[in-house]
């Protein structure tokens, strides 16, 4: 059964950092890549960044380049968010996802996902 872990998240405030952590399991990690999407109430799920199987490739939505940093550790099946100079408008539910495609930019129809973990930030 694969399963896809959430961590992390909660209260921060404007300008603060927060770290996301998603664990996998029941799948061979190094055979997908990896993303992270949010979802804020009333909006759609928008991709905000991706890593390739071995972590060389990133790709950032416009919205957070500069300010977040995706990458993975193969040897603990886990793929991170780091989250810097947070803004109110950053506030939603962030998921983890993991596809056998090869597009990091587009992860839409991803195989599997995570949880889902709350992001507010104050202003």
């Known amino acids: 059964q694969v399963q896809l872990v959430q961590s992390g998240g909660g209260l921060v405030q404007y300008g603060g950092s927060l770290r996301l952590s998603c664990a996998a399991s029941g799948l061979t990690f190094g055979d997908y890549i990896m993303g992270w999407f949010r979802q804020a109430p009333g909006k759609e799920r928008d991709q905000v960044a991706g890593i390739s199987r071995r972590g060389i490739t990133t790709y950032y939505s416009d919205s957070v380049k500069g300010r977040f940093t995706i990458s993975r550790d193969n040897t603990k099946n886990t793929v991170y968010l780091q989250m810097n100079s947070l803004k109110p408008e950053d506030t939603a539910v962030y998921y983890c996802?993991?596809?056998?495609?090869?597009?990091?930019?587009?992860?839409?129809?991803?195989?599997?996902w995570g949880q889902g973990t709350q992001v507010t930030v104050s202003s």
């Open positions: 996802a993991a596809s056998r495609s090869f597009d990091i930019a587009t992860m839409r129809k991803a195989d599997y």
